[in-house]
């Protein structure tokens, strides 16, 4: 119970910090539509993602954070 709060907590922070509603979030995320996800943000987040993005290696870093780890499972499980 406590890991669904801190994801849903994570996923209100990361709405608010993209401009994007939760719902939105959720269906670009699971869509796999990264310009979606970032198209509100602003040009520094916009530069520092499409960065990591095009750098396999902190691709690979950021897909292996805790975090990030997180995400995807609640993405499999649908919540």
Do not use: H, W, Y
């Not at 994801?7 to 539509?33: H, P, R």
């Amino acid at each position: 119970m406590a890991d669904n709060k801190n994801m849903q907590d994570m996923l209100k922070q990361m709405s608010q910090q993209l401009n994007l509603s939760e719902n939105e979030l959720k269906s670009a995320a699971k869509k796999g539509n990264a310009n979606s996800i970032f198209k509100n943000a602003d040009s520094k987040t916009q530069k520092t993602v499409e960065e990591i993005l095009n750098d396999p290696q902190k691709t690979k870093e950021l897909l292996e954070s805790p975090q990030a780890k997180a995400i995807i499972e609640m993405l499999r499980k649908g919540k």
